[in-house]
């Protein structure tokens, strides 16, 4: 513990954002890095629990009382090397993860929970700037050879891992560049590319092949995929969007959030745009769902400049809840507010979308609305919705961005090609904690197995695929369990 009394004495403090009017003229991060004072103080706040709920809160199993005590004290590459003893890609998750390890801060009963998230990001930024972070390749190499399906974060994180091992690892991606959603997906003010691409290299110098253009099932043969590996590993995310197909849904004007976005992070590093461009620059932009990839369409739409920004969400508006065996404040994803709703946009909740409204040319003019009422079950969840009567109205619109989630992989060519099984939510079968499918040299890891998740989800899956793999392949593995056992 660095500071005893430092809960008593400071409040939680966060990082300064550059004011919504300034962040919105350009696409870059906008989080401004702690004070050398600020860091020291907010690690300060760490009570050090005894039992912390901090690090089985993190789905990566971070240890976080023990780097707040290096932080406070300024050992930064040790802070750096506990750190990254559970968590191969903290640039990503210290920018981006809603941080499930502040929502189990003990603190949180009755203060603000440690800023855990950005101390992890300035541990990490840090040991960059200081040199810490080096190529690492294995002293030995077994032989094996590992193909890794995707290059996401649980690609990534799996590839990391094998890569540790000694094997040989080839990660085939089937867009331009590697990274997965961090790459294409996840707006760059939220994560800047260059953080990607220092990651990317960092492995391509410790060993790891990284193949883009490589669609493997349609492009790249499976078979000989399937002939010059030892085990493959399917990375390939969750990539079919849920879709709203009421009344209009042909017209002009109506887009999956994922072409939208994408479109941006291309336009931002001058890559060519292959389709026509979606724009909401002087339009009314409705956004349909209330996630993460809804907030980064609103960032994005206020970027470009569109004239008013709604974003719509079927759920009823989300409560704080506490309860005696759950003293936590717990915030549901859907009342987050994210930086891109401070930037400006009309939320709703409870809006059904009844029909796309279009004019003679078929392009799109209006949304049909009504609000719903929901039916709420002995747990606290929402069950059936009616119709409130007299709600219903027409709100004009230019562009729609459905950011309604991801239903399961794409199954056509590859899934379906390697004969894969699936759950019955659609996503590639294989239990957690095993990670194998039912074809024995087959792994699965990330989004394309757990469903649409997050990307420290996706990196836990990926470290333990990877432990799975190594076992299969040597028999038994040295690489760390998720408690950080060798
Ligand atoms: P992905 O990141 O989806 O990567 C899969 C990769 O596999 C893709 O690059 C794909 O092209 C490739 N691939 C698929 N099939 C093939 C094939 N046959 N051959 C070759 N390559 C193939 N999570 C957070 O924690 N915080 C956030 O702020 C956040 N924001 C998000 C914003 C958006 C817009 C979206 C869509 C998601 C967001 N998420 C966020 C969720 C997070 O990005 C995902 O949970 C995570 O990226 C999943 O990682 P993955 O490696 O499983 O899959």
């Given at each position: 513990m660095g500071k005893v009394t430092g809960f008593l004495e400071y409040e939680r403090t966060a990082p300064v954002k550059e004011d919504a009017k300034t962040r919105l003229q350009h696409y870059k991060e906008f989080v401004v890095s702690f004070e050398k004072e600020q860091v020291k103080q907010e690690a300060a706040r760490c009570m050090d629990c005894g039992v912390p709920f901090c690090q089985s809160g993190c789905p990566l199993g971070n240890v976080i009382p023990e780097f707040n005590e290096a932080v406070y004290k300024r050992e930064w590459e040790l802070a750096a090397g506990i750190l990254l003893s559970t968590n191969n890609f903290p640039e990503f998750t210290g920018r981006i993860c809603p941080a499930p390890c502040e929502s189990a801060c003990v603190l949180g009963i009755n203060k603000s929970p440690v800023s855990i998230e950005d101390i992890e990001k300035h541990i990490i930024e840090i040991a960059f700037e200081k040199g810490f972070i080096k190529a690492d390749p294995p002293?030995?190499?077994?032989?094996k050879k590992v193909a890794v399906i995707g290059s996401g974060p649980a690609g990534l994180a799996a590839a990391a891992q094998l890569n540790r091992a000694g094997h040989e690892v080839v990660v085939y991606e089937r867009d331009d560049t590697p990274g997965g959603l961090l790459n294409y997906g996840i707006p760059d003010f939220k994560l800047q590319k260059d953080v990607v691409r220092r990651r990317i290299s960092l492995m391509e110098k410790e060993g790891i092949t990284f193949k883009c253009n490589a669609n493997v099932g349609v492009n790249i043969e499976l078979n000989t995929l399937l002939r010059e590996n030892q085990s493959i590993v399917l990375a390939g995310g969750s990539t079919v969007p849920r879709d709203l197909p009421v009344t209009g849904r042909t017209a002009q004007g109506i887009h999956f959030a994922m072409d939208f976005l994408k479109q941006q992070n291309k336009r931002v590093r001058n890559f060519a745009i292959a389709q026509e461009d979606i724009l909401a620059t002087g339009k009314d932009v409705i956004v349909i769902g209330g996630g993460d990839t809804g907030s980064d369409c609103i960032g994005t739409s206020n970027r470009q400049g569109a004239r008013s920004v709604t974003q719509f969400e079927i759920m009823p508006m989300p409560a704080e809840k506490r309860t005696d065996n759950m003293p936590w404040p717990t915030f549901p994803m859907l009342l987050k507010v994210t930086s891109s709703h401070e930037e400006g946009c009309s939320r709703a909740w409870g809006v059904n979308t009844k029909a796309f409204l279009a004019d003679e040319n078929n392009n799109l003019r209006a949304l049909r609305i009504v609000d719903v009422q929901w039916d709420i079950d002995a747990n606290g969840r929402p069950v059936n919705f009616k119709e409130v009567e007299g709600t219903e109205r027409e709100l004009p619109c230019q562009l729609v961005l459905l950011a309604m989630g991801f239903l399961y992989p794409?199954?056509?060519g590859l899934l379906e090609k390697l004969g894969v099984e699936f759950d019955n939510r659609g996503n590639v079968k294989a239990e957690e904690g095993k990670y194998q499918t039912n074809i024995a040299k087959i792994f699965t890891a990330g989004d394309m197995r757990r469903g649409q998740s997050l990307v420290v989800w996706a990196i836990s899956e990926g470290r333990e695929a990877a432990r799975k793999v190594d076992e299969y392949l040597m028999g038994e593995s040295r690489l760390p369990t998720k408690d950080g056992i060798p």
């Amino acid at each position: 513990m660095g500071k005893v009394t430092g809960f008593l004495e400071y409040e939680r403090t966060a990082p300064v954002k550059e004011d919504a009017k300034t962040r919105l003229q350009h696409y870059k991060e906008f989080v401004v890095s702690f004070e050398k004072e600020q860091v020291k103080q907010e690690a300060a706040r760490c009570m050090d629990c005894g039992v912390p709920f901090c690090q089985s809160g993190c789905p990566l199993g971070n240890v976080i009382p023990e780097f707040n005590e290096a932080v406070y004290k300024r050992e930064w590459e040790l802070a750096a090397g506990i750190l990254l003893s559970t968590n191969n890609f903290p640039e990503f998750t210290g920018r981006i993860c809603p941080a499930p390890c502040e929502s189990a801060c003990v603190l949180g009963i009755n203060k603000s929970p440690v800023s855990i998230e950005d101390i992890e990001k300035h541990i990490i930024e840090i040991a960059f700037e200081k040199g810490f972070i080096k190529a690492d390749p294995p002293m030995i190499r077994t032989g094996k050879k590992v193909a890794v399906i995707g290059s996401g974060p649980a690609g990534l994180a799996a590839a990391a891992q094998l890569n540790r091992a000694g094997h040989e690892v080839v990660v085939y991606e089937r867009d331009d560049t590697p990274g997965g959603l961090l790459n294409y997906g996840i707006p760059d003010f939220k994560l800047q590319k260059d953080v990607v691409r220092r990651r990317i290299s960092l492995m391509e110098k410790e060993g790891i092949t990284f193949k883009c253009n490589a669609n493997v099932g349609v492009n790249i043969e499976l078979n000989t995929l399937l002939r010059e590996n030892q085990s493959i590993v399917l990375a390939g995310g969750s990539t079919v969007p849920r879709d709203l197909p009421v009344t209009g849904r042909t017209a002009q004007g109506i887009h999956f959030a994922m072409d939208f976005l994408k479109q941006q992070n291309k336009r931002v590093r001058n890559f060519a745009i292959a389709q026509e461009d979606i724009l909401a620059t002087g339009k009314d932009v409705i956004v349909i769902g209330g996630g993460d990839t809804g907030s980064d369409c609103i960032g994005t739409s206020n970027r470009q400049g569109a004239r008013s920004v709604t974003q719509f969400e079927i759920m009823p508006m989300p409560a704080e809840k506490r309860t005696d065996n759950m003293p936590w404040p717990t915030f549901p994803m859907l009342l987050k507010v994210t930086s891109s709703h401070e930037e400006g946009c009309s939320r709703a909740w409870g809006v059904n979308t009844k029909a796309f409204l279009a004019d003679e040319n078929n392009n799109l003019r209006a949304l049909r609305i009504v609000d719903v009422q929901w039916d709420i079950d002995a747990n606290g969840r929402p069950v059936n919705f009616k119709e409130v009567e007299g709600t219903e109205r027409e709100l004009p619109c230019q562009l729609v961005l459905l950011a309604m989630g991801f239903l399961y992989p794409q199954k056509e060519g590859l899934l379906e090609k390697l004969g894969v099984e699936f759950d019955n939510r659609g996503n590639v079968k294989a239990e957690e904690g095993k990670y194998q499918t039912n074809i024995a040299k087959i792994f699965t890891a990330g989004d394309m197995r757990r469903g649409q998740s997050l990307v420290v989800w996706a990196i836990s899956e990926g470290r333990e695929a990877a432990r799975k793999v190594d076992e299969y392949l040597m028999g038994e593995s040295r690489l760390p369990t998720k408690d950080g056992i060798p």
